[in-house]
Protein backbone atom coordinates (compact mmCIF):
# COMPACT_ATOMS: atom_id res chain seq x y z
CA UNK A 1 0.00 0.00 0.00
CA UNK A 2 1.58 3.56 -0.78
CA UNK A 3 2.05 5.71 1.99
CA UNK A 4 2.84 9.64 2.38
CA UNK A 5 4.63 11.19 4.83
CA UNK A 6 4.58 14.87 5.88
CA UNK A 7 7.74 15.17 8.84
CA UNK A 8 6.53 18.75 9.30
CA UNK A 9 3.50 19.25 11.24
CA UNK A 10 3.97 22.99 11.65
CA UNK A 11 5.88 25.63 9.96
CA UNK A 12 6.20 29.39 10.76
CA UNK A 13 7.46 32.31 8.50
CA UNK A 14 7.57 35.63 7.60
CA UNK A 15 5.56 37.65 5.02
CA UNK A 16 7.40 37.35 1.66
CA UNK A 17 10.10 35.08 2.35
CA UNK A 18 10.44 31.80 0.89
CA UNK A 19 9.54 28.42 2.54
CA UNK A 20 9.69 24.28 1.71
CA UNK A 21 7.79 21.85 2.50
CA UNK A 22 8.69 18.20 2.48
CA UNK A 23 6.93 14.93 1.45
CA UNK A 24 7.96 11.73 0.74
CA UNK A 25 5.70 8.31 -0.41
CA UNK A 26 6.63 4.70 -0.77
CA UNK A 27 4.91 3.12 -3.91
CA UNK A 28 6.50 0.63 -6.04
CA UNK A 29 4.55 1.66 -8.93
CA UNK A 30 5.69 3.77 -11.68
CA UNK A 31 2.81 5.53 -13.03
CA UNK A 32 1.26 8.17 -10.51
CA UNK A 33 0.25 11.08 -9.94
CA UNK A 34 0.84 13.76 -6.93
CA UNK A 35 -0.55 16.71 -5.71
CA UNK A 36 -0.28 19.18 -3.10
CA UNK A 37 -3.91 20.50 -1.70
CA UNK A 38 -4.17 23.95 0.72
CA UNK A 39 -6.92 23.96 3.64
CA UNK A 40 -7.38 27.16 4.91
CA UNK A 41 -9.12 27.98 7.76
CA UNK A 42 -12.44 28.26 5.67
CA UNK A 43 -11.69 24.38 5.21
CA UNK A 44 -12.14 24.08 1.48
CA UNK A 45 -9.55 21.93 -0.46
CA UNK A 46 -7.88 24.09 -2.68
CA UNK A 47 -5.77 22.44 -5.63
CA UNK A 48 -2.04 23.94 -5.35
CA UNK A 49 -0.39 22.16 -7.69
CA UNK A 50 0.13 18.78 -9.71
CA UNK A 51 2.72 16.56 -10.88
CA UNK A 52 3.01 13.57 -13.48
CA UNK A 53 5.36 10.75 -12.47
CA UNK A 54 6.37 10.51 -15.69
CA UNK A 55 6.92 13.99 -16.26
CA UNK A 56 10.78 15.07 -15.37
CA UNK A 57 10.04 18.93 -15.53
CA UNK A 58 9.14 20.27 -11.85
CA UNK A 59 5.38 21.49 -11.99
CA UNK A 60 5.21 25.43 -11.58
CA UNK A 61 2.16 27.68 -10.72
CA UNK A 62 3.10 31.18 -9.81
CA UNK A 63 4.82 31.47 -6.74
CA UNK A 64 4.09 27.67 -6.13
CA UNK A 65 6.99 25.20 -7.04
CA UNK A 66 7.62 21.50 -6.94
CA UNK A 67 10.67 19.54 -6.22
CA UNK A 68 10.12 16.27 -8.16
CA UNK A 69 12.83 13.68 -7.30
CA UNK A 70 11.55 10.35 -8.48
CA UNK A 71 14.36 8.20 -7.59
CA UNK A 72 14.06 9.38 -3.72
CA UNK A 73 10.16 9.59 -4.03
CA UNK A 74 10.06 13.20 -2.73
CA UNK A 75 7.77 15.88 -3.67
CA UNK A 76 8.61 19.17 -1.77
CA UNK A 77 6.56 22.47 -2.05
CA UNK A 78 8.24 25.59 -2.54
CA UNK A 79 6.50 29.24 -1.65
CA UNK A 80 8.05 32.16 -2.58
CA UNK A 81 7.60 35.40 -1.78
CA UNK A 82 4.98 34.01 0.92
CA UNK A 83 2.05 36.38 1.54
CA UNK A 84 -0.44 35.52 4.57
CA UNK A 85 -3.77 34.25 2.21
CA UNK A 86 -1.27 31.70 2.44
CA UNK A 87 -1.75 30.33 6.00
CA UNK A 88 -2.90 27.26 5.81
CA UNK A 89 -3.25 23.19 6.34
CA UNK A 90 -1.12 22.06 3.39
CA UNK A 91 -1.46 18.55 2.17
CA UNK A 92 0.71 16.17 0.03
CA UNK A 93 -0.92 13.43 -1.69
CA UNK A 94 -0.57 10.26 -4.08
CA UNK A 95 -2.90 8.83 -6.71
CA UNK A 96 -2.12 5.88 -8.62
CA UNK A 97 -3.25 5.92 -12.01
CA UNK A 98 -5.97 4.02 -12.30
CA UNK A 99 -6.29 3.41 -8.70
CA UNK A 100 -9.42 6.07 -8.20
CA UNK A 101 -8.45 7.59 -4.49
CA UNK A 102 -6.02 9.62 -3.12
CA UNK A 103 -3.36 9.00 -0.27
CA UNK A 104 -2.99 11.80 1.90
CA UNK A 105 0.15 12.74 3.94
CA UNK A 106 -0.92 13.95 7.43
CA UNK A 107 -1.05 17.70 6.66
CA UNK A 108 1.49 20.88 7.51
CA UNK A 109 0.34 23.46 9.11
CA UNK A 110 1.74 26.87 7.92
CA UNK A 111 1.59 30.00 9.28
CA UNK A 112 2.56 33.15 7.31
CA UNK A 113 3.24 35.90 9.97
CA UNK A 114 3.32 39.84 9.15
CA UNK B 1 -21.01 28.68 -10.92
CA UNK B 2 -19.65 26.68 -7.83
CA UNK B 3 -18.23 23.21 -9.06
CA UNK B 4 -18.69 21.01 -6.17
CA UNK B 5 -21.29 21.49 -3.64
CA UNK B 6 -22.40 19.49 -0.49
CA UNK B 7 -25.76 20.26 2.05
CA UNK B 8 -25.13 21.14 4.41
CA UNK B 9 -22.40 23.03 5.15
CA UNK B 10 -22.96 22.15 9.24
CA UNK B 11 -25.07 19.19 10.77
CA UNK B 12 -25.07 19.05 14.53
CA UNK B 13 -27.55 15.80 15.73
CA UNK B 14 -27.78 13.62 18.42
CA UNK B 15 -26.57 9.72 18.88
CA UNK B 16 -28.40 7.31 17.37
CA UNK B 17 -30.22 9.47 14.86
CA UNK B 18 -29.92 8.98 10.99
CA UNK B 19 -28.61 11.44 8.53
CA UNK B 20 -28.05 12.42 4.84
CA UNK B 21 -25.05 14.61 2.70
CA UNK B 22 -25.59 15.49 -0.44
CA UNK B 23 -23.07 16.50 -2.98
CA UNK B 24 -23.72 17.50 -6.35
CA UNK B 25 -21.20 18.49 -9.11
CA UNK B 26 -21.56 20.13 -12.12
CA UNK B 27 -17.95 19.57 -14.09
CA UNK B 28 -19.05 16.97 -15.63
CA UNK B 29 -16.74 14.23 -13.88
CA UNK B 30 -17.69 10.74 -14.08
CA UNK B 31 -16.37 9.97 -10.58
CA UNK B 32 -17.55 11.20 -7.70
CA UNK B 33 -15.60 10.42 -3.99
CA UNK B 34 -16.16 10.92 -0.30
CA UNK B 35 -13.82 11.60 2.13
CA UNK B 36 -13.68 11.48 6.05
CA UNK B 37 -11.25 14.16 7.96
CA UNK B 38 -10.66 13.44 11.47
CA UNK B 39 -10.25 15.84 14.51
CA UNK B 40 -6.43 15.63 13.70
CA UNK B 41 -7.16 16.53 10.18
CA UNK B 42 -6.48 13.27 8.64
CA UNK B 43 -8.49 12.78 5.40
CA UNK B 44 -8.97 9.08 4.39
CA UNK B 45 -11.11 8.05 1.42
CA UNK B 46 -14.38 6.12 2.38
CA UNK B 47 -16.08 5.35 -1.32
CA UNK B 48 -15.30 5.55 -5.02
CA UNK B 49 -18.64 6.10 -7.58
CA UNK B 50 -17.36 6.19 -11.26
CA UNK B 51 -20.94 6.43 -13.28
CA UNK B 52 -22.95 5.65 -10.53
CA UNK B 53 -21.15 2.14 -9.89
CA UNK B 54 -19.27 1.41 -6.35
CA UNK B 55 -15.61 0.94 -6.98
CA UNK B 56 -14.35 1.56 -3.54
CA UNK B 57 -15.68 0.76 -0.32
CA UNK B 58 -12.98 1.11 1.79
CA UNK B 59 -14.03 -1.09 5.22
CA UNK B 60 -16.35 1.88 5.95
CA UNK B 61 -19.21 0.52 8.57
CA UNK B 62 -22.53 -0.39 7.22
CA UNK B 63 -24.14 2.43 8.65
CA UNK B 64 -22.76 4.36 6.08
CA UNK B 65 -24.73 3.50 2.50
CA UNK B 66 -23.68 6.00 -0.22
CA UNK B 67 -25.73 6.47 -3.06
CA UNK B 68 -25.76 7.70 -6.56
CA UNK B 69 -28.42 8.40 -8.70
CA UNK B 70 -27.13 9.58 -11.88
CA UNK B 71 -23.44 10.60 -12.55
CA UNK B 72 -23.36 14.42 -11.02
CA UNK B 73 -24.61 13.66 -7.64
CA UNK B 74 -23.36 11.14 -4.93
CA UNK B 75 -25.51 11.24 -1.79
CA UNK B 76 -24.11 9.78 2.05
CA UNK B 77 -26.77 8.76 4.52
CA UNK B 78 -25.17 7.35 7.62
CA UNK B 79 -27.53 5.35 10.01
CA UNK B 80 -27.39 4.94 13.49
CA UNK B 81 -24.86 8.02 14.11
CA UNK B 82 -22.15 7.27 16.88
CA UNK B 83 -19.77 9.93 18.60
CA UNK B 84 -16.86 8.41 16.68
CA UNK B 85 -18.67 9.95 13.61
CA UNK B 86 -18.06 13.43 14.20
CA UNK B 87 -16.05 14.48 11.82
CA UNK B 88 -16.04 16.91 8.47
CA UNK B 89 -16.74 14.61 5.75
CA UNK B 90 -16.24 15.73 1.77
CA UNK B 91 -17.01 14.96 -1.49
CA UNK B 92 -14.80 15.09 -4.13
CA UNK B 93 -14.67 14.39 -8.19
CA UNK B 94 -13.13 14.27 -11.01
CA UNK B 95 -13.13 12.65 -14.72
CA UNK B 96 -11.45 9.27 -15.50
CA UNK B 97 -12.83 7.94 -19.08
CA UNK B 98 -10.40 7.82 -21.78
CA UNK B 99 -7.11 8.36 -19.55
CA UNK B 100 -8.53 11.67 -17.77
CA UNK B 101 -6.03 13.66 -15.35
CA UNK B 102 -7.27 12.28 -12.58
CA UNK B 103 -6.84 15.75 -10.51
CA UNK B 104 -9.70 15.78 -7.57
CA UNK B 105 -11.90 18.77 -7.20
CA UNK B 106 -13.61 19.03 -3.80
CA UNK B 107 -16.36 20.26 -1.65
CA UNK B 108 -16.59 22.94 0.83
CA UNK B 109 -16.99 20.26 3.44
CA UNK B 110 -19.38 18.73 5.83
CA UNK B 111 -19.12 19.14 9.44
CA UNK B 112 -20.70 16.71 11.87
CA UNK B 113 -21.05 17.14 15.62
CA UNK B 114 -22.71 13.86 16.77
CA UNK B 115 -23.34 14.85 20.46
Known amino acids: AQTVTQSQPEMSVQEAETVTLSCTYD???????LFWYKQPPSRQMILVIRQEAYKQQNATENRFSVNFQKAAKSFSLKISDSQLGDTAMYFCAFNRKGAQKLVFGQGTRLTINP | DTAVSQTPKYLVTQMGNDKSIKCEQN?????MYWYKQDSKKFLKIMFS???????INETVPNRFSPKSPDKAHLNLHINSLELGDSAVYFC??????????????FGPGTRLLVL
Open chain 1, 27 to 33: TSENNYY
Open chain 2, 49 to 55: YNNKELI
Open chain 2, 27 to 31: LGHDT
Open chain 2, 92 to 105: ASTYRKGGGEETQY
